[in-house]
């Protein structure tokens, strides 16, 4: 099995979404464009991963969405050294389809006193079947390390929610943990890296807004190891 050197997930840059809400009654979540400054922070963020990558080869998934393509885009990595899949089990939370402002704002105040991995939106998903996705695609990607060519990094470009719930999933995170942590800016990355001891680090934490509330035994040891 060829592991990677790097697994790096980067979230789209700003969207017409995160820059003025009502245009979700107005355009499908998943057609969605980037702003201007969207694209500044993308292109960006691209000269990071140039340097990061250098001349090595990429496998790169990206979430279904226009806002992920176009964020890739932006990034102008070497066509001859990527190879692109779109992913659909990388895509947004399912917010239902064409979404009242003032119900989601009523159901993400539900969702922060219920819990973000539990709360289900009205005909759409919650956190934990966003995980099982996300779950299932990590396990995808774990076979495909089997292939004795598999290039030395991985880049899935994504959104906000799925970056830590990759993480959850790969360091076997808590939900309290999860629920604890903030998501990443637009344009925001983060690189698991292989060590000399096998193992994957996180390059950098996520931002907490609490410290973690576990319903667990205080004397249990939780086991963070990757897959």
């Not at 922070?41 to 001349?55: D, H, I, N, P, S």
């Not at 009205?122 to 076979?143: I, K, M, N, P, W």
Request: charged letters at 30%; a negative charge; proline letters at 5%.
């Amino acid at each position: 099995m060829v592991r990677p050197r790097r697994i790096v997930l980067v979230r789209h840059g700003e969207s017409a979404g995160n820059a003025d809400d009502t245009v979700y009654e107005r355009e499908p979540d998943h057609a969605l464009a980037l702003t201007e400054k969207g694209w500044q922070q993308a292109e960006e963020t691209g000269k990071r991963l140039r340097e990061v990558f250098g001349r090595e080869r990429v496998s790169v998934y990206v979430s279904p969405y226009r806002r992920t393509h176009e964020t890739l885009r932006a990034f102008h990595l070497d066509p001859e050294l990527i190879r692109v899949r779109e992913e659909p089990r990388l895509r947004e939370q399912d917010w239902g389809n064409w979404q009242d402002r003032d119900d989601v704002r009523l159901q993400k105040a539900y969702r922060d006193a219920y819990g973000h991995f539990f709360y289900r939106f009205a005909q759409g998903e919650s956190g934990a079947d966003v995980y099982d996705r996300v779950g299932g695609f990590l396990e995808s990607l774990y076979r495909s390390f089997e292939a004795p060519d598999h290039p030395s990094n991985v880049l899935l470009v994504t959104h906000g929610l799925a970056m830590r719930l990759f993480c959850m999933r790969w360091f076997h995170w808590t939900v309290a943990e999860f629920e604890s942590l903030s998501n990443p800016g637009n344009a925001e990355m983060r690189m698991l890296v292989l060590g000399d001891d096998g193992k994957y680090t996180l390059d950098r934490p996520f931002e907490r807004w609490c410290v973690p509330e576990s319903y667990g035994d205080p004397g249990i040891e939780w086991q963070g190891d990757d897959l």
